[in-house]
């Protein structure tokens, strides 16, 4: 059956380890949202935002997230990393491990995971997460937000993404419940959180490995912010320390290691 958003507030506000439930139905994206209220007042690291619906629901590198009302996943959760902010990408493989392995664990999807934060299923998008942070003398703030398609059938997607994007729904056949989801990305969130606070990079490294088969050995096309003019291959090789995705280049040989900002194309699709 499909779940209202109350019954999604309710899970969350359930899951141990969350600080904080706020509830929207209706905000421009979750991430400003979040961000506009931990700049008005102090709001406990580990707060969740959800909203019911976005109106400027915004992707990486500047896309727009379509963002219909009652059948996606939109939320936000507030971190305060202690670590250094050089591992920050860390974060966004992390909201991307709990997204994929709740789509897999809830719904029985069969997914994997792109660098750095695509969740695809059957060769198409399913969710991504977005990470925006601020660094300030009170120590780095980080969002994470996780967008996932969850019941919206193949004539909720604009046209322009019907052949690029899907939803649990779609892939299943049946109408997928919001609430069960929502609550385990946000489990998996705060028991991932505590993991990588404690050290256990590796552990992450290691889910989020076993998820991306593409990204330790898959051949890549990767553009950087000149678009086609900056476009070089290589062959994936794994993440570094830092969450970066390590290529050997075609041209030298040599291993690279990308950053946020540049994006990756597999050549073939895992
Ligand atoms: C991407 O794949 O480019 C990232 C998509 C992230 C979408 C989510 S929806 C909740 C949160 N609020 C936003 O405005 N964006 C993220």
Redesign the pocket.
């Known amino acids: 059956m499909s779940a209202s958003f109350h019954d999604v507030v309710r899970r969350v506000g359930e899951v141990p380890g969350v600080a904080a439930v706020l509830a929207c139905e209706q905000v421009d994206?979750?991430?400003?949202a979040l961000r506009r209220r931990a700049d008005a007042g102090a709001i406990p690291a580990g707060t969740v935002l959800l909203?019911d619906t976005?109106t400027?629901?915004?992707?990486?590198?500047g896309?727009h997230?379509h963002?219909p009302r009652g059948l996606?996943l939109?939320?936000?959760w507030l971190v305060r990393p202690r670590g250094d902010v050089a591992w920050f990408p860390r974060w966004t493989l992390l909201g991307a491990v709990a997204a994929g392995a709740a789509c897999r664990d809830v719904a029985g999807a069969v997914v994997r995971l792109k660098w750095p934060?695509?969740v695809v299923a059957r060769g198409r998008?399913l969710?991504?997460?977005?990470a925006d942070l601020r660094t300030s003398a009170g120590g780095p703030e980080l969002i994470l937000?996780?967008?996932l398609n969850v019941e919206h059938r193949e004539d909720d997607l604009p046209p322009e993404l019907r052949s690029r994007a899907t939803s649990l729904s779609i892939l299943s056949g049946t109408i997928m419940d919001r609430a069960d989801l929502a609550a385990s990305v946000v489990q998996g969130l705060v028991t991932l959180g505590d993991r990588l606070e404690r050290g256990d990079w590796d552990g992450l490294r290691e889910r989020w490995t076993a998820l991306a088969p593409g990204a330790t050995s898959g051949r890549v096309r990767v553009l950087d912010r000149q678009g086609d003019r900056g476009a070089w291959t290589g062959t994936a090789a794994g993440l570094d320390e830092r969450g970066a995705l390590r290529v050997r280049r075609d041209r030298d040989g040599r291993e690279v290691a990308v950053l946020d900002g540049e994006s990756v194309v597999p050549l073939v699709e895992r």
């Open positions: 994206s979750t991430n400003d909203a976005q400027a629901g915004r992707g990486r590198l896309r997230w963002s996606g939109y939320l936000s934060n695509d998008k969710g991504g997460v977005l937000g996780i967008g």
